[in-house]
Structures are given as C-alpha cells and as structure tokens.
C-alpha cells in the first residue's frame, strides 16, 4: 500500500470522522435556523453522492438527476398536504379548489395514504430511471448522448409540471400548510429530530454507496467506465449494469428530494431546475466525482459558500464558481480529492526504501479504480 | 414592450423562449375570414417555419462545431447572449445600424470563441465529456460578466423601420422582421454548406472530421482546422444572437433558454448541416401545430419526449454521417 488513499481502511476512518463531526453539530448548537440549513445541505450531500455513484462510479453523466430529485420531492409533497386535508369534510387542497377541480384527482388519491405516499416518492422516481435508464442503454447510447437526454428528458418534466396548473399548482408549487406527521408525531423542519432524520438518511446512503462500490456489481461498473466495449466482450450485459447503477442514483436523489421538502415544507418545479441539476454535476467535479466523501465535501463546499459568502457577492460568487470549475475540470479532472490522491501518493513514495519503488508500481495502478 | 409581457418573461426566464418571440408571432393573424377551416392550420405551419428558422439560426453554429469537431459547446448559449449583447451595445452607444451589427456581432463572438479555443477547448478535445463540463463553466463566467457589466435588467434592440410593418401573404399576415430572419437564415445555411462543401477550406475540414491524422500527414493543418472552425461557429451564434435579441429582450441569462432547443435540433440532425436544417424543420413545424391542437407548454413535453424516443431508436440522428466519430 504505497498510497494511504486507497487503503480502504483509511477511507472508512475518514467517513467515519466525518460523520462524528457532523453528529456533533446539534451537541454544539441549537439553533435551530443553522440545524434546519445544515440538515438542507445533509439533502445537497446525499444528490452529490447519487451524481458521484452514477457518473464517478457508473460513467453515467447524468444531467438530469432533478428528475428523480423533483419526483421524491413532489412525492412527498402530495403526502405532507394531504395530510392536512381532511377525507371526509376538507378533501381537496385549495389551490384545486381556484383551478375548479371539484372532486380529489385520481394521481393524488394514493397519497391520502402516507406510508403509500413514501413508497410512491421513492418508487416512482426509480421505476421511471429503470425504464428510462433501459431505454437509453439498450440503445447503448453513451457519453455526451446521455447527457443531453437527460437533459431534454428534465426540461420536458419541467415544461409537463408547469402545465399541469390544476394538479401540480404549475409555476407556484405545493407548500403544505402543516410539518410532516410521522406515527402520530409532528416533525417540525426546524427541529433536531429533523437534523437526525436527514443525517440518518445521508449515512445510510453513503455508508451503502462505499458498500455497493466495493463490492463486485461495483468493480464491473468501474470497469464499464473505462471501457464499456471490453466489458462487453467479457460476457457481462452492460445495459443491464448502468441501468441499476443509475437507477440506485436515482433512489437516493429520490429520497433527498423526500428530505428537502421535509425540511422546507415547499416543492416546486424550482426542483427540476436545468441549472440546479447541473450544479450537482459541478459539485461532484470539483470536489471528486471519483470519490462519494470527495462529491459530498463538494456540495458542502459550495452550497456553504454560496450561502455565506453569496448573498453579498452573488454575483461575483458565480463568476469565481465558474472560473474555478473551469481549472477544476482543466487541471484537476479527479477535483479536489484527485489532489488528496496526488499528494497522498507522493508522501507514500517518498517513505518508500528505494528499491521497492518497482514492483509496487503495478499494484498502485490497478488499486487506483477502487478510490 | 408592456410591462405584462416583462413580467411573463421574468416569472419563466429560462425555458420559455416561446413567450419572448411573441413580438413577431403576435403579429401572425388571420388575415380573411373567408376559409376559416384552412386558416388556422396554414397559420400553425407558417407559424412553425417561422420557429422552424429561429431554432435553424440558433443550432446552426453549435451544429458546425459539434459536427466538426465533436465538442459539445455548453456556452452555446452565451454566444448568442454575447451576439445580443454586442448589438445592442453598438446600437445603442455608438448608433450603429441595426444591420452593421449583424456582422460586428460576428466578428466580435468569433474572436471571443477564438480566444476561448485556444485558451481551453484545445486542451480538451481527446476528453469529449469534460469539454462540455468545462464549456458549462465558461458558460456560467460569460453570464456573470454580461450581469456585472450591464446589469440584470432587460435590454431591447431597437427594430429598424423598414422592418416595423407587415405584410399579407396569403392567409395569414407576418412581420417583415420575421420575414428577414427567415431570409437570413436561408442565406446563412446557404453560405455554410456553400464553404463546407464548395471550398478548399471546407475541403479541409471535412478530411479533419473523417481522420484527424490521415488529413495531418497530407499536410493539413488540424489545429488550425479545428481553430477556424470554432471561432466560425462562434460567429454564427452571435448573428443569432442579434436576431434573437432584436426579436425578444436581451437578458444575461437569454443563453440558456436556446441551448437546450439548440441541442436537440443538432442530436435529431446528427450534427450535419443538412440533418440540421430538417431537424429544426421538423421540429418547429412539431411544436407549432401541437401547441395549435393541445397547448404551447404541453406542445413542449411532447416534443421533447418525441425526440427522446426517437434517439432511442436512431442514437446518432436522423443522419448519422458515414463515418463514426472519434
């Protein structure tokens, strides 16, 4: 083990301080403005570990991760207002009632239901990657095609909820009047029970994210990666890979979108922005799309500066995002935890006896998919 | 412009460039009662060539660069953005013609995509996905600087006279500047496939795009192929994009309203200009006539599920080119 930064060890430790630091936040504050934006941006972590498992691990560049992001979100938007109608005296939701819609449509039916509601926000959106996803790669279109069918995949869901004024209250979104009630019990978005539900929901997604990148499924997708063709010729069904890899993504973007509007009691089509969904991708580039703790210190990174540091200077905040992205992707292709890697891997050589510097070489570079 | 329409176009700045073209389309009208029943579909198809041509001018650039070169120009938008930016700028602080900008746009993007070839894409062109990563960056700094220095509220490229009426053509009744941008847009097309297919540099191109190394060793300069190339397509973005903004307002964030359609219009054509000019034919004429049975938002969706399924089915484009590409 020439470099620390592969050493899976190493990097469990690393995830492990990490989430001890991030338990430690309500010890330290409560403030419950702060827990409410720290919980948001344990949301932003878990869309960067999706765009990280998908497009780091899966090669997948997926442009258009607000779909499922959107979808959870709208899913769980449905269920937290529905909650707050009544069956019987008070079934529809007043923004229906000023489009003239005089009885519940039957989209929204299921969603009186809350545990059917959860089930549907996350299985929706992963049905439809699953589809959508076997669609693009059974055609084995790839690359950059991928890229901008997702794309027009998100604008056209955009434009569909814009439209769809009566069900999805169009431009303005669905802003449930009361918090999500959970086995009988208010949670309120700006409370520490809140902060643990989302810090429970990023830790499980991370911790199975490494678990899935370690394990066998999670070497073919790093494979197909590099070589989607050698993968082929060696008798594994590709579509099928890229198609779960990207499907899993999906779930989680689903279930941060679910988060989100715990959090902020607010959806609208605000969430399948083309802007917001690329600005998953950047934070995943320049903090290391190739690493999922790289992608989410990314999200952490530039979602805390552009709230600190851009409400004075957005304009100027962009501007610098913009340059730096652009060295980033430059220079730096593997982002900030490629230089972890670089660095770490120098300091490793230098400790190195001189002559074992050979044969150590060839194992570095077949360690060097697994960061 | 009424403060309404403002406010429309603000409420949905960035994918409903439909409701800034209004300024020429409002003028579309019937123009007989006699056949009523003829009359509202003759309007949607020529309403649909006239969208037609404004998805053609907008693509066309980003067509000859990803046809070309294979670089996925995320600032494609912003190109055009610059384009109505430089009009306006000469228009209004140096009281150039309307018709001199069209050119000065040209030429003015042209040098900005030539500076941005030589100082990025250059170094990108073996990695295709980080080239439109790293595009979207420059995407995202160009906007900034046209927001830092004039400002986020709407500019307006005043309309020349002669382009102020309308005229009768047939059923329906058209503005003469739709007219003129329909116009231009066939000259451009014309004037692109004349150069691409007609001249020694064209010439030269295309032996680029088939095999980078065999045209190298026949002498041809590829680095300056593709440099050429780039700025070129630059320059027809910022000629849209005095089009555009002549036709709508001109915003910092104008760019991202066009580059999706853009996109589309480039992948259903494969990336070639003739796969380009059907694409956006078919297309435009889509929308319209969609957007006249159902809605123009709903018209949308379903056109870009359309071309979805279509890449399904056809992933390099209704006219893939013989060659695969690198």
Same mark, same amino acid.
């Given at each position: 083990?020439?470099?620390?930064?592969?050493?899976?060890?190493?990097?469990?430790?690393?995830?492990?301080?990490?989430?001890?630091?991030?338990?430690?936040?309500?010890?330290?504050?409560?403030?419950?403005?702060?827990?409410?934006?720290?919980?948001?941006?344990?949301?932003?972590?878990?869309?960067?570990?999706?765009?990280?498992?998908?497009?780091?691990?899966?090669?997948?560049?997926?442009?258009?991760?607000?779909?499922?992001?959107?979808?959870?979100?709208?899913?769980?938007?449905?269920?937290?207002?529905?909650?707050?109608?009544?069956?019987?005296?008070?079934?529809?939701?007043?923004?229906?009632?000023?489009?003239?819609?005089?009885?519940?449509?039957?989209?929204?039916?299921?969603?009186?239901?809350?545990?059917?509601?959860?089930?549907?926000?996350?299985?929706?959106?992963? /049905?439809?990657?699953?589809?959508?996803?076997?669609?693009?790669?059974?055609?084995? !279109?790839?690359?950059?095609?991928?890229?901008?069918?997702?794309?027009?995949?998100?604008?056209?869901?955009?434009?569909?909820?814009?439209?769809?004024?009566?069900?999805?209250?169009?431009?303005?979104?669905?802003?449930?009047?009361?918090?999500?009630?959970?086995?009988?019990?208010?949670?309120?978005?700006?409370?520490?029970?809140?902060?643990?539900?989302?810090?429970?929901?990023?830790?499980?997604?991370?911790?199975?994210?490494?678990?899935?990148?370690?394990?066998?499924? $999670?070497?073919?997708?790093?494979?197909?990666?590099?070589?989607?063709?050698?993968?082929?010729?060696?008798?594994?069904?590709?579509?099928?890979?890229?198609?779960?890899?990207?499907?899993?993504?999906?779930?989680?973007?689903?279930?941060?979108?679910?988060?989100?509007?715990?959090?902020?009691?607010?959806?609208?089509?605000?969430?399948?922005?083309?802007?917001?969904?690329?600005?998953? !991708?950047?934070?995943?580039?320049?903090?290391?799309?190739?690493?999922?703790?790289?992608?989410?210190?990314?999200?952490?990174?530039?979602?805390?500066?552009?709230?600190?540091?851009?409400?004075?200077?957005?304009?100027?905040?962009?501007?610098?995002?913009?340059?730096?992205? /652009?060295?980033?992707?430059?220079?730096?292709?593997?982002?900030?935890? $490629?230089?972890?890697?670089?660095?770490?891997?120098?300091?490793?050589?230098?400790?190195?006896?001189?002559?074992?510097?050979?044969?150590?070489?060839?194992?570095?570079?077949?360690?060097?998919?697994?960061? | 412009?009424?403060?309404?329409?403002?406010?429309?176009?603000?409420?949905?700045?960035?994918?409903?460039?439909?409701?800034?073209?209004?300024?020429?389309?409002?003028?579309?009208?019937?123009?007989?009662? +006699?056949?009523?029943?003829?009359?509202?579909?003759?309007?949607?198809?020529?309403?649909?060539?006239?969208?037609?041509?404004?998805?053609?001018?907008?693509?066309?650039?980003?067509?000859?660069?990803?046809?070309?070169?294979?670089?996925?120009?995320?600032?494609?938008?912003?190109?055009?953005?610059?384009?109505?930016?430089?009009?306006?700028?000469?228009?209004?602080?140096?009281?150039?013609?309307?018709?001199?900008?069209?050119?000065?746009?040209?030429?003015?993007?042209?040098?900005?995509?030539?500076?941005?070839?030589?100082?990025?894409?250059?170094?990108?062109?073996?990695?295709?996905?980080?080239?439109?990563?790293?595009?979207?960056?420059?995407?995202?700094?160009?906007?900034?600087?046209?927001?830092?220095?004039?400002?986020?509220?709407?500019?307006?490229?005043?309309?020349?006279?002669?382009?102020?009426?309308?005229?009768?053509?047939?059923?329906?009744?058209?503005?003469?500047?739709?007219?003129?941008?329909?116009?231009?847009?066939?000259?451009?097309?014309?004037?692109?496939?004349?150069?691409?297919?007609?001249?020694?540099?064209?010439?030269?191109?295309?032996?680029?795009?088939?095999?980078?190394?065999?045209?190298?060793?026949?002498?041809?300069?590829?680095?300056?192929?593709?440099?050429?190339?780039?700025?070129?397509?630059?320059?027809?973005?910022?000629?849209?994009?005095?089009? +555009?903004?002549?036709?709508?307002?001109?915003?910092?964030?104008?760019?991202?309203?066009?580059?999706?359609?853009?996109?589309?219009?480039?992948?259903?054509?494969?990336?070639?200009?003739?796969?380009?000019?059907?694409?956006?034919?078919?297309?435009?004429?889509?929308?319209?006539?969609?957007?006249?049975?159902?809605?123009?938002?709903?018209?949308?969706?379903?056109?870009?599920?359309?071309?979805?399924?279509?890449?399904?089915?056809?992933?390099?484009?209704?006219?893939?080119?013989?060659?695969?590409?690198?």
């Amino acid at each position: 083990m020439t470099n620390l930064y592969h050493n899976r060890s190493a990097q469990w430790i690393v995830y492990a301080l990490m989430f001890a630091f991030l338990a430690a936040i309500p010890l330290i504050t409560n403030d419950s403005f702060l827990l409410n934006q720290f919980a948001t941006y344990g949301v932003y972590g878990m869309l960067a570990v999706s765009i990280s498992l998908s497009w780091g691990f899966g090669g997948i560049l997926n442009l258009g991760q607000g779909i499922a992001f959107g979808l959870g979100a709208y899913g769980m938007g449905m269920t937290m207002q529905m909650q707050s109608q009544d069956p019987v005296s008070n079934p529809i939701p007043p923004f229906m009632l000023n489009n003239s819609l005089d009885h519940l449509p039957a989209l929204w039916s299921p969603f009186q239901n809350t545990a059917l509601g959860f089930i549907l926000s996350l299985a929706v959106p992963t /049905i439809f990657y699953v589809f959508f996803g076997s669609l693009m790669f059974r055609a084995r !279109v790839s690359g950059p095609f991928i890229a901008i069918m997702t794309l027009a995949m998100l604008t056209a869901l955009y434009t569909l909820i814009l439209d769809m004024q009566p069900y999805t209250n169009g431009a303005n979104g669905i802003a449930p009047p009361a918090p999500l009630k959970l086995l009988g019990a208010e949670i309120d978005p700006y409370s520490v029970a809140s902060y643990w539900i989302v810090y429970g929901a990023l830790l499980f997604v991370t911790v199975a994210s490494k678990l899935i990148t370690q394990s066998k499924f $999670g070497l073919v997708t790093q494979a197909l990666r590099s070589d989607p063709e050698r993968v082929r010729f060696l008798g594994y069904n590709v579509a099928s890979y890229e198609t779960i890899v990207y499907a899993l993504s999906g779930l989680i973007a689903a279930l941060a979108g679910c988060c989100l509007v715990m959090l902020v009691q607010y959806v609208s089509p605000a969430q399948l922005d083309v802007n917001f969904s690329i600005g998953m !991708v950047i934070w995943a580039g320049i903090g290391g799309r190739f690493s999922l703790i790289g992608s989410m210190l990314g999200a952490f990174l530039i979602q805390g500066g552009q709230s600190y540091l851009g409400d004075q200077f957005l304009a100027t905040w962009l501007l610098l995002l913009g340059g730096f992205f /652009i060295l980033v992707v430059r220079f730096l292709p593997k982002g900030l935890a $490629g230089l972890l890697e670089l660095s770490l891997g120098m300091i490793g050589a230098h400790m190195q006896p001189k002559d074992a510097s050979r044969p150590q070489r060839g194992a570095e570079a077949t360690s060097k998919a697994e960061a | 412009m009424p403060p309404s329409r403002l406010l429309k176009h603000k409420g949905r700045p960035r994918h409903a460039p439909d409701a800034q073209w209004r300024r020429g389309i409002g003028d579309v009208a019937l123009g007989n009662s +006699l056949s009523a029943d003829i009359a509202p579909i003759a309007n949607a198809l020529i309403l649909g060539l006239s969208i037609a041509s404004i998805w053609l001018i907008a693509a066309l650039g980003l067509a000859i660069i990803y046809g070309a070169i294979g670089v996925i120009n995320m600032a494609h938008g912003e190109f055009i953005m610059l384009g109505a930016y430089t009009s306006y700028a000469l228009q209004s602080f140096f009281g150039l013609p309307f018709l001199l900008c069209i050119p000065a746009a040209f030429i003015v993007v042209a040098f900005i995509g030539l500076l941005l070839e030589r100082g990025l894409i250059r170094y990108l062109y073996k990695r295709p996905l980080d080239t439109l990563l790293a595009t979207w960056g420059v995407s995202l700094v160009l906007t900034q600087l046209v927001r830092l220095t004039f400002g986020s509220d709407p500019k307006y490229i005043a309309v020349p006279e002669m382009f102020q009426s309308n005229v009768q053509l047939g059923f329906v009744n058209l503005s003469v500047l739709r007219i003129f941008v329909f116009a231009l847009t066939i000259v451009l097309v014309a004037a692109t496939a004349f150069l691409f297919y007609r001249t020694r540099f064209g010439m030269q191109v295309r032996a680029v795009m088939q095999n980078k190394e065999m045209a190298a060793s026949f002498g041809i300069n590829a680095d300056r192929v593709y440099m050429l190339t780039f700025a070129l397509g630059a320059g027809l973005a910022g000629v849209a994009g005095s089009l +555009l903004g002549v036709l709508a307002i001109v915003l910092p964030t104008m760019g991202t309203a066009y580059v999706v359609q853009a996109f589309l219009v480039v992948v259903v054509g494969g990336g070639t200009i003739l796969g380009s000019v059907v694409a956006s034919g078919l297309t435009g004429e889509f929308q319209s006539v969609l957007a006249y049975v159902t809605n123009e938002t709903f018209a949308r969706f379903l056109l870009y599920l359309l071309i979805v399924v279509l890449l399904r089915f056809r992933p390099a484009g209704l006219f893939a080119p013989a060659k695969a590409r690198r």
